[in-house]
């Protein structure tokens, strides 16, 4: 109800997707914390996977801003 209604008043909205994990995201890295190798492990948010993509209701709309992937 939210989303529609702030949409509805013509204020821009703006998304921002968490990072989708992807094969070799973390090759190399050294010193990752405990929630990153959780992530890792079960391969949290994956690209693809119902986790990893926007839910219908959610997702962006034309004219709404979309930012970066946020790790």
């Known amino acids: ?5 702030i949409r509805a008043g013509r204020i821009q909205v703006f998304i921002v997707p968490h990072h989708r994990w992807r094969e070799g995201d973390y090759k190399g890295w050294k010193h ?8 890792n492990q ?20 034309d004219g709404d801003g979309v ?4 790790w």
């Open 42 to 61: 079960i391969q949290g948010f994956a690209a693809g996977t119902w986790g990893g993509e926007f839910h219908p209701e959610f997702g962006p709309r």
């Open 32 to 39: 990752m914390s405990p929630s990153q190798v959780r992530v």
């Open 67 to 70: 930012g970066g992937a946020a």
């Open 1 to 5: 109800k939210l989303i529609p209604a």
